[in-house]
Structure formats: structure tokens, C-alpha cells
């Protein structure tokens, strides 16, 4: 069955739609969340006339929302078989229907039937959160524990609020109406003292804001400010505010301890929900659905001066944002915690942790696990440091063995919530030029060489790559026409290696080669052997030394070692000292690394091919004779390259 925080948050998007049809019976039932009479109606009406596919679609929320995943996969996939449109929303809903009931190989082919209707983001994040959740990680020093605080009734959205602990609760006061889509009262916010163990205790109503009859909810404290803002029902001198079509929505307002409030986002057809205000950035976030919505609910951020508005709303994304719902954003330790109910999940809302980058935007949404999530609903995460014994943390989960439909759960971990996971940034460049090499392709491979991630750089060379831990990974970057650069780390430099931005430094094959004598060559200094001698003096070395060096770069050089004399001396000698010179060269290549596979040939031309006129019998300075004593590492394959 749906949460108390789930059916809140769809009380904007259903209301939107029923004002749009004609109501049945059915359809009154469905509107109102009373889910099991709308199932026996629409099943009623069948027997008469056939549904429409949106009713059709509300039987299969339906059975969604009362849990009866099986039912509810045969309607939808009814509907999906019809070629009629299905929002992206319910799209999710099915999936993951299927995905309690099917393979997820079932999921999967679903999933490829509309590939190009959903963006690259969510198929990735699915692909990578799948192939998380089927390792066997666990966080074996987490404790979680059902706080002494919880009533029969809803509770949930907890906020920390200096030594307490405030939360959501939809347990009866004598001021509160029932509100009938819960059949508990409306929504008020309490607190309760934080004990040294962690738990919650000596519950109350929170008084320190402005009374009201309807909903007060999922409070959020900023210590920064001194004020605390909440979600509450529209109102008008003291009674519900609706709009045109009949609806109240949820406004947020920022009260501080005396009871001042003042509304911040307030539309009488628009509900927000789960504010979030982050100090650092002066960013509120919170959940709506906007036009701009890529399902349900999503997430979103407006810019304040000391809490009040002073921009548009923003969403999030598409790494965030899904065809689910999302709500309740809490930021730590520059990451952003949330709640989804994407189809790739394990239950109907999971916590996720995204990692929040320099330029403002998001890694891919982690789920935190089988060691926190369930598969019930799990959300609204809020996370603190606990001294010596790691962080403390309070959620909300409607997972079996509680006290009432939604409770409030304790969390204490040493090293931090969610999967292991492994990322890794930086910047691909020109070793010659240091320039950013766009479109650079980036690979992690494991250690049996298999290519764990691929991804290609943006247009300054940058990168930024994350894939469920690994023990050992090697880095990989190329180009056409570029060298590879490789780099093998450990478990415990991955470590550190994570925290900073790798530079990744790529030759390009044209700033290594020149045109000699009309042949693609190794640019080099010019070097001269002593007269008389082939042996490799240190000036020569260093030369050879780039040789080695490119090789090592471009593996697949295939090299031909040309040298040649000037005409002093007889053919004869001049011919086997240019033979001996470039066997001592490739003989030095081979030493320092170079492989006998990457060397064609050595050949020594003597005085063959002169590139003056200073044959026998001609005279010529010193210079000129100087200009025919070369050499040349001509690359056999460079249009291959």
C-alpha cells in the first residue's frame, strides 16, 4: 500500500486529471485513493461497457497502489499492447510492476520498446544501478532501528532540529480534521528529544510555528537562518483555498521561532513538496511537478537571499529527475540524497546518493542498498555527523515489523551509507601542447582485461567516469591518430586516487612526425657519428631516446633505420659504416624497449643517395659533405595511422 508521504505527493497529479473527465463511480472512488471500491467498480462496469483506456490505466494504478503488482502488469501491458500513448510515469509503474512479477529480462525488452523515448541518463542509470544491486555488497557495521517515538499512525520526513529531532505525523490532535484520502488526521509537525543511543523520545507537537486545522509537514530546520521551512495546506482566514477546478494544493513557507511565517512557493493549482535549504549555495530545494516534469514529481532548486525567492525554479535533469516520483532532497557531505520510485529499484521508493560536481551538475543516482533500502517504500533521508562512532541518521520506511503504516528509523553507520562505488575524473591533453583533447576515448578495465566503462570526453578534454567498486582498475585513453596512455591502479591508490583529477597526457602522431626527402619521419634533432666510428654517443642517445619514446606511444609504428654518408672515402667503406651505424642504432632501440617487430628494416646507403652535388671528384666545403651524413627513421605504415 501506498505511504502517507506517497499519497500526499500524487494528490496534485490525480487531481489534475480527474477534473479533466467525466466522472463514473469508478473514477470517484479512484480520485478519492479509495483503491479497492475502484477496482470492484471498474471491474463492474466492464460487465456492461468496455472502460476507456484511462480508466483503464487508473484499474492498473489501482492494483499498483494496493500492491497487487501482477494485476496491475496484465492491465497496463493491455493498455501498452494497444499502441495508446502511456505517460512516461506510467511507464515506470509498469516496469516495475513487471519487475516484481517478470524476469528482468522481461523488464529489460520493455524497456528497449521505448529506448528513444527515454534519455541516455536514465538508461544508464538503470544499467549501472542493475548491475550494482546484483553484487552481494553489504554495509556490515550499519545499525537500524525503529524509533521508541513512531505511532499507529504515519510518521515520516524526519529533520534534525539542534538536539531533536522533528518529523512528520498523522497521528490525531484535538485542533486536526481526519483527512479522508488517509482516514488519519491532517498532517502536523512534532519534535522529540534525540537520546545519546540515537533514539527518539518524549514526543509532542512542534509549537514554535503558526497553528492550522490542514496539513503541516516534512519540516526542514536551517541552523544558519534560525528558521524552518514546511510544507502547509493553502488557506484563507483559517479554511482551504481551491482553485478554479476544486483543488487545494501544498504551498511552502519559512517560519521562524516565533511563529512569523512567510510563503515562498505558493500556487493554487501547484503542490510542493519536502523543502531543503542548503546554506553553502543558498539553493531551496523541493519537489513539484511542473510542465516541465519527467514523470511524477521532480526535483528542483530556486536561488534565496537569506531564504527568500530570487529566481525561476530549476530542475535537476534527467540524471536525477525520472519518469518516477522524486522527493525529498537532503544534501551531505557534497552529495545529494533522494527518494525515487524508478522502475530499477528494489522496492516502490528507494534512497539514492547522487555526488554533486563542481559545475552543478550530478553523478549517476546510486541506490543506497539491501542493507538500508527494502522492498517497501524507503525515503526522506537525513544524515548528521556523530563524533567518534560515524553519522547518525533517521529515514522513513513502510517495511514490515513497524508500529504504524509509516515509521521513523534510526541509522547509524561508521563509514558512510550505500554501495562502494569507484570514480574517477580528469582531463585528457596534448603531452606537447597541454590543450584538452575533445572526444578522447576513456576506458576502466578490470584486471582480467575485460572494459568494466567507456566514455569520450567533452569538448575541453574533460572526463568523468563511475562504475561499482572495483579491487583493481586500469585507466585507458586514446584517440585517432593519438597515442594510448595507460595507468594500473590498486585498491589502495584507488583511494586516493579518487579524490583528485587525473591528466591524462596523449601524443599526437603529426606533432611526433616530419617530411624528410619526400618520407614521413621521426622528427629528430640532426646527430652525427664521430668520423670513422658508429658507436652511440650521448648526444645520439638522447635522440634515440624520443624514438623509444614515440614507439612506446604508438605501439604499432613500423620503423625502417636509413643512414647515410657523405662520398669522402671509398663506396665501399662508406657502405658498411652506414651499415654498421644503423645495425648500432637498431641494436640501442632494442635494448631500451623497443620490440625487433616494430623495426622493418636497418639498411646503411653509404654515399647512394646524396642530397648535393658533393659526389667523388667534385669539391665542396665541409658543410656540404656535412649536409649528406644523416639519418632517418622513416615510418613504413604512417598511412595506416
Given at each position: 500500500m501506498k505511504t502517507k508521504a506517497l499519497l500526499v505527493c500524487c494528490f496534485m497529479i490525480l487531481a489534475t486529471t480527474f477534473a479533466q473527465e467525466k466522472k463514473s463511480k469508478a473514477d470517484i472512488f479512484f480520485y478519492g485513493y479509495d483503491y479497492k471500491n475502484a477496482i470492484v467498480e471498474y471491474q463492474r462496469e466492464m460487465t456492461k461497457a468496455p472502460l476507456k483506456n484511462s480508466q483503464l490505466l487508473n484499474l492498473a494504478d489501482s492494483y499498483y497502489n494496493i500492491g497487487d503488482y501482477k494485476k496491475a502488469s496484465e492491465v497496463y501491458l493491455d493498455v501498452h499492447k494497444k499502441d495508446t500513448v502511456m505517460s512516461s510515469n506510467r511507464f515506470n509503474k509498469m516496469l516495475q510492476s513487471l519487475s516484481k512479477t517478470a524476469s528482468n529480462e522481461r523488464v529489460k525488452a520493455f524497456l528497449n520498446s521505448k529506448r528513444g523515448s527515454f534519455s541516455n541518463e536514465l538508461l544508464e542509470n538503470a544499467e549501472f544501478n542493475e548491475e550494482l544491486l546484483s553484487g552481494d555488497q553489504d554495509n556490515s557495521e550499519m545499525e537500524i532501528f525503529n524509533l521508541n517515538g513512531n505511532s499507529p499512525q504515519a510518521d515520516f520526513a524526519p529533520g534534525f532540529y539542534n538536539d531533536k529531532l522533528l518529523f512528520s505525523s498523522g497521528r490525531a490532535k484535538s485542533n486536526k480534521k481526519t483527512y479522508e484520502p488517509s482516514g488519519e488526521s491532517y498532517l502536523d509537525i512534532y519534535e522529540g528529544r534525540i537520546s545519546e543511543d540515537g533514539n527518539?523520545?518524549?514526543?509532542?507537537?512542534?509549537?514554535?510555528?503558526?497553528?492550522?486545522?490542514?496539513?503541516?509537514?516534512?519540516?526542514?530546520?536551517?541552523?544558519?537562518?534560525?528558521?524552518?521551512?514546511?510544507?502547509?495546506?493553502?488557506?484563507?482566514?483559517?479554511?482551504?483555498?481551491?482553485?478554479?477546478?476544486?483543488?487545494?494544493?501544498?504551498?511552502?513557507?519559512?517560519?521562524?521561532?516565533?511563529?512569523?511565517?512567510?510563503?515562498?512557493?505558493?500556487?493554487?493549482?501547484?503542490?510542493?513538496?519536502?523543502?531543503?535549504?542548503?546554506?553553502?549555495?543558498?539553493?531551496?530545494?523541493?519537489?513539484?511537478?511542473?510542465?516541465?516534469?519527467?514523470?511524477?514529481?521532480?526535483?528542483?532548486?530556486?536561488?534565496?537571499?537569506?531564504?527568500?525567492?530570487?529566481?525561476?525554479?530549476?530542475?535537476?535533469?534527467?540524471?536525477?529527475?525520472?519518469?518516477?516520483?522524486?522527493?525529498?532532497?537532503?544534501?551531505?557531505?557534497?552529495?545529494?540524497?533522494?527518494?525515487?520510485?524508478?522502475?530499477?529499484?528494489?522496492?516502490?521508493?528507494?534512497?539514492?546518493?547522487?555526488?554533486?560536481?563542481?559545475?552543478?551538475?550530478?553523478?549517476?543516482?546510486?541506490?543506497?542498498?539491501?542493507?538500508?533500502?527494502?522492498?517497501?517504500?524507503?525515503?526522506?533521508?537525513?544524515?548528521?555527523?556523530?563524533?567518534?562512532?560515524?553519522?547518525?541518521?533517521?529515514?522513513?520506511?513502510?517495511?514490515?515489523?513497524?508500529?504504524?503504516?509509516?515509521?521513523?528509523?534510526?541509522?547509524?553507520?561508521?563509514?558512510?551509507?550505500?554501495?562502494?562505488?569507484?570514480?574517477?575524473?580528469?582531463?585528457?591533453?596534448?603531452?606537447?601542447?597541454?590543450?584538452?583533447?575533445?572526444?578522447?576515448?576513456?576506458?576502466?578495465?578490470?584486471?582480467?582485461?575485460?572494459?568494466?566503462?567507456?566514455?569520450?570526453?567533452?569538448?575541453?578534454?574533460?572526463?568523468?567516469?563511475?562504475?561499482?567498486?572495483?579491487?583493481?582498475?586500469?585507466?585507458?585513453?586514446?584517440?585517432?591518430?593519438?597515442?594510448?596512455?595507460?595507468?594500473?591502479?590498486?585498491?589502495?591508490?584507488?583511494?586516493?586516487?579518487?579524490?583528485?583529477?587525473?591528466?591524462?597526457?596523449?601524443?599526437?602522431?603529426?606533432?611526433?612526425?616530419?617530411?624528410?626527402?619526400?618520407?614521413?619521419?621521426?622528427?629528430?634533432?640532426?646527430?652525427?657519428?664521430?668520423?670513422?666510428?658508429?658507436?652511440?654517443?650521448?648526444?645520439?642517445?638522447?635522440?634515440?631516446?624520443?624514438?623509444v619514446d614515440a614507439v612506446q606511444r604508438f605501439p604499432q609504428l613500423k620503423l625502417i633505420i636509413e643512414t647515410h654518408t657523405n662520398s669522402k672515402g671509398s663506396k665501399a667503406s662508406n657502405q658498411k659504416l652506414s651499415q654498421n651505424r644503423s645495425d648500432a642504432i637498431k641494436q640501442y632501440l632494442l635494448q631500451n624497449g623497443v620490440i625487433s617487430t616494430n623495426i622493418v628494416a636497418s639498411i646503411g646507403y653509404g654515399e647512394e643517395k646524396l642530397t648535393n652535388n658533393c659526389a667523388d671528384g667534385v669539391y665542396c666545403l665541409d658543410f656540404l659533405h656535412r649536409q649528406n651524413d644523416r639519418t632517418l627513421i622513416v615510418i613504413a605504415n604512417s598511412e595506416e595511422l
Open positions: 527518539v523520545r518524549s514526543v509532542n507537537p512542534f509549537t514554535a510555528i503558526a497553528e492550522s486545522k490542514f496539513h503541516k509537514a516534512t519540516p526542514f530546520f536551517s541552523k544558519e537562518l534560525g528558521k524552518l521551512f514546511y510544507v502547509l495546506s493553502n488557506t484563507w482566514e483559517g479554511e482551504l483555498l481551491f482553485d478554479d477546478k476544486g483543488k487545494n494544493a501544498l504551498a511552502i513557507a519559512m517560519s521562524d521561532m516565533k511563529g512569523n511565517l512567510t510563503f515562498l512557493l505558493k500556487d493554487l493549482s501547484t503542490s510542493f513538496y519536502y523543502p531543503f535549504y542548503d546554506a553553502a549555495s543558498s539553493k531551496l530545494y523541493f519537489a513539484a511537478s511542473f510542465e516541465d516534469s519527467y514523470g511524477g514529481t521532480d526535483l528542483y532548486y530556486v536561488y534565496t537571499n537569506n531564504g527568500q525567492i530570487m529566481s525561476e525554479p530549476t530542475n535537476l535533469g534527467p540524471r536525477v529527475n525520472s519518469p518516477g516520483n522524486e522527493i525529498a532532497p537532503f544534501i551531505f557531505d557534497n552529495s545529494l540524497y533522494f527518494s525515487s520510485d524508478i522502475f530499477y529499484g528494489l522496492g516502490g521508493m528507494d534512497m539514492y546518493k547522487a555526488n554533486m560536481h563542481t559545475d552543478g551538475s550530478f553523478g549517476i543516482p546510486i541506490n543506497l542498498g539491501k542493507s538500508i533500502n527494502s522492498t517497501s517504500d524507503d525515503f526522506s533521508l537525513v544524515l548528521r555527523e556523530n563524533g567518534s562512532d560515524g553519522l547518525l541518521g533517521y529515514f522513513s520506511s513502510n517495511r514490515g515489523g513497524g508500529k504504524g503504516n509509516d515509521d521513523i528509523y534510526g541509522i547509524k553507520v561508521k563509514n558512510g551509507v550505500g554501495l562502494k562505488t569507484l570514480t574517477m575524473k580528469g582531463r585528457v591533453v596534448n603531452l606537447n601542447s597541454n590543450d584538452g583533447i575533445a572526444k578522447s576515448q576513456v576506458r576502466l578495465i578490470d584486471k582480467e582485461g575485460n572494459v568494466l566503462k567507456e566514455t569520450y570526453t567533452d569538448e575541453n578534454g574533460n572526463f568523468r567516469i563511475e562504475i561499482p567498486w572495483q579491487e583493481e582498475v586500469t585507466v585507458q585513453a586514446t584517440k585517432e591518430r593519438h597515442s594510448v596512455f595507460t595507468a594500473s591502479y590498486t585498491e589502495k591508490e584507488l583511494e586516493n586516487v579518487q579524490q583528485s583529477n587525473l591528466n591524462l597526457g596523449l601524443s599526437f602522431i603529426d606533432d611526433l612526425l616530419t617530411e624528410k626527402e619526400g618520407k614521413p619521419v621521426i622528427k629528430l634533432q640532426n646527430f652525427y657519428f664521430d668520423t670513422g666510428k658508429d658507436n652511440i654517443t650521448p648526444t645520439i642517445q638522447t635522440e634515440l631516446d624520443k624514438v
